[in-house]
């Protein structure tokens, strides 16, 4: 049973730093992407960042570079290090994985809620 597990989130000042971690289980994910979303209240889902499971190739949204994936194959663990965190950067925040050449992500975690206070 293929699992993701985040944490990492919390209540941080604006301006701070957080490092969100997704902890993958139950297959072998090496032609998986993985990828990082979050939903504010009374909005849309919308995507964040995606790594490829080797690491080699990103693609991130317009966050000015304040975020970087990254991935840790040993660990089974894709992480998302967010730094000059803002308001509006307030949301849960999902980790997902999909079938590379595929439509879409199979499998998503259960969210990690981040709140940036002003």
């Known amino acids: 049973q293929v699992q993701l597990v985040e944490s990492g989130g919390g209540l941080v000042q604006a301006g701070g730093s957080l490092r969100l971690s997704c902890a993958a289980s139950?297959?072998?994910?090496?032609?998986?992407?993985m990828g990082w979303f979050r939903q504010a209240p009374g909005k849309e889902r919308e995507f964040v960042a995606v790594?490829?499971?080797?690491?080699?190739?990103t693609y991130y949204a317009d966050s000015k570079g304040r975020f970087t994936i990254s991935v840790d194959n040993a660990k089974n663990t894709v992480y998302l290090q967010m730094n000059s965190l803002k308001p509006e950067d307030t949301a849960v925040y999902y980790c997902?994985?999909?079938?590379?050449?595929?439509?879409?992500?199979?499998?998503w975690g259960q969210g990690t809620q981040v709140t940036v206070s002003s």
């Open positions: 997902a994985a999909g079938q590379q050449d595929s439509d879409g992500y199979q499998y």
């Open positions: 139950g297959r072998t994910f090496s032609s998986y992407v």
């Open positions: 790594i490829s499971w080797s690491g080699r190739n």
